[in-house]
């Protein structure tokens, strides 16, 4: 089991940063592919981002590419997310999750947190 507990979420403007960070515990973190999906109001929940367990293999959703940046430490147990010339349309809870690459990489993962609000006001 992995446990998830997202932070770092908050009100910016539009053209700020945030950086989310996730830290996990449990066994076996590090065998885990991580990941970001996010959820707006009225919408279904989509895929932001996913990083290997050895943080060699990146992947990014079209719309946040160029602007976000993920990352783990796995000496922390911990992931994030740097996200970088934001814009209202980014504003969603954001949540973290874990599982295996192939699944993780188009939005499904095994493990998830509680989520984190981003608010990005124009």
């Known amino acids: 089991q992995v446990q998830l507990a997202e932070s770092g979420g908050g009100l910016v403007q539009a053209g700020g940063s945030l950086r989310l960070s996730c830290a996990a515990s449990g066994r076996a973190y590090s065998m885990y592919a991580m990941g970001w999906l996010r959820q707006a109001p009225g919408k279904e929940r989509e895929f932001v981002s996913a990083?290997?367990?050895?943080?060699?293999?990146?992947v990014y959703a079209d719309s946040v590419k160029g602007r976000f940046t993920i990352s783990r430490d796995n000496a922390k147990n911990t992931m994030f997310l740097l996200m970088n010339s934001l814009k209202p349309e980014d504003t969603a809870v954001y949540y973290c999750?874990?599982?295996?690459?192939?699944?993780?990489?188009?939005?499904?993962?095994?493990?998830w947190g509680q989520g984190t609000q981003v608010t990005v006001s124009s």
């Open positions: 999750t874990a599982g295996q690459w192939d699944r993780l990489r188009i939005g499904v993962g095994d493990y």
């Open positions: 990083i290997s367990w050895g943080g060699g293999r990146l």
